[in-house]
């Protein structure tokens, strides 16, 4: 189906102002790829078409569509390992333990997570196994699960359904996860795996579009961002973060993609390396 430069102009825009994604110059593919399924299934038969009715009444739906569609939910169970050997040896301990001295002090307060476009939910996932598995194996005095919160949030409502139902098929539980893992943390019937309750209970899942405010989710000890901030031009980028830094506890840790940093976008955070990866955290 045929998509004008001056079609795919307006779409891109409105991407931009509905998501914050930004799409090249060169990605009319992109654009046309995706949501031609859209606008076959709107009745419409041209891109020019789909266009005014997207300015129509119904419009808002078309606009929830073209989100849906646009956006990309690649993800996989303790992606790239090494960020979670880094919690695993750095950042749970030290949450954990200053969760221990404000139990002692009499101001028990939960260690909360926010984890930003957590598509299909194997990332918070990963992090409540990881919590789990610490909590069995050091035994931490005084630590229990109902002492940590999840909240994973996306702008996707058909990846936090995927997320919530915690249901995953053989390809997404083999990428990943170890035998022992699978076996460990969910239960299986037939092709299907489900993640276990004392795992899902950690985690919560709301929709949340990284453009809009975010501070009255509160105060976080750890941010997880990762693989979405390159969807975003810089303005973006440096308003998301400006809203990190004011939720996270001081000391937070903001833990970003493999290939990102904060360089150029915040330079209020330290880095600091653990292993392979690069981790943020707010001083104080
Ligand atoms: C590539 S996935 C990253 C998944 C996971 N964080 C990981 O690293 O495996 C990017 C996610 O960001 C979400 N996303 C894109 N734009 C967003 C926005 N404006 N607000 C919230 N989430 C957004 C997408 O829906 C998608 O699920």
């Given amino acids: 189906m045929e998509l004008s430069r001056a079609t795919f102009e307006e779409l891109r825009r409105l991407i931009h102002r509905l998501c914050g994604i930004v799409i090249a110059d060169e990605k009319e593919y992109l654009v046309r790829h995706r949501l031609e399924p859209l606008v076959k299934k709107s009745g419409c038969s041209t891109f020019d078409e789909f266009q005014r009715k997207l300015a129509s009444l119904d419009g808002l739906v078309w606009q929830e569509a073209i989100v849906e569609a646009i956006t990309t939910q690649e993800t996989s169970f303790f992606r790239d390992r090494h960020p979670f050997e880094a919690l695993r040896s750095r950042i749970l301990p030290e949450l954990v333990s200053a969760a221990q001295s404000g139990k002692a002090a009499g101001n028990p307060r939960k260690i909360r997570t926010l984890c930003c476009g957590t598509a299909t939910g194997q990332e918070p996932y990963s992090l409540a196994m990881l919590i789990c598995d610490y909590l069995a194996t050091r035994r931490p005095a005084g630590i229990e699960a109902a002492d940590f919160s999840i909240l994973a949030t996306d702008i996707s409502a058909a990846a936090l359904a ?82 990190f830094h004011e939720m996270l506890a001081a000391g937070g840790w903001l833990v970003l993609g493999s290939a990102e940093s904060l360089f150029g976008i915040d330079n209020r955070f330290v880095s600091l390396r653990v292993g392979d990866t690069l981790l943020f955290r707010k001083p104080g």
């Avoid at 919530?164 to 996860?177: I, M, T």
């Avoid at 976080?220 to 901030?229: D, E, S």
């Fill in 162 to 243: 995927a997320a919530a139902a915690a249901k995953y098929g053989r390809r997404d539980v083999e990428r990943g996860l170890t035998p022992a893992e699978i076996e460990r943390f969910f239960e299986r019937q037939g092709e299907e795996w489900t993640i276990l309750p004392a795992v899902r209970k950690l985690v919560e899942f709301r929709r949340i579009n990284l453009l809009q405010p975010l501070v009255l989710l509160g105060t976080f000890q750890l941010i997880l961002c990762r693989n979405v901030l390159i969807y975003f031009d810089l303005p973006a980028r440096q308003r998301i973060c400006d809203q």
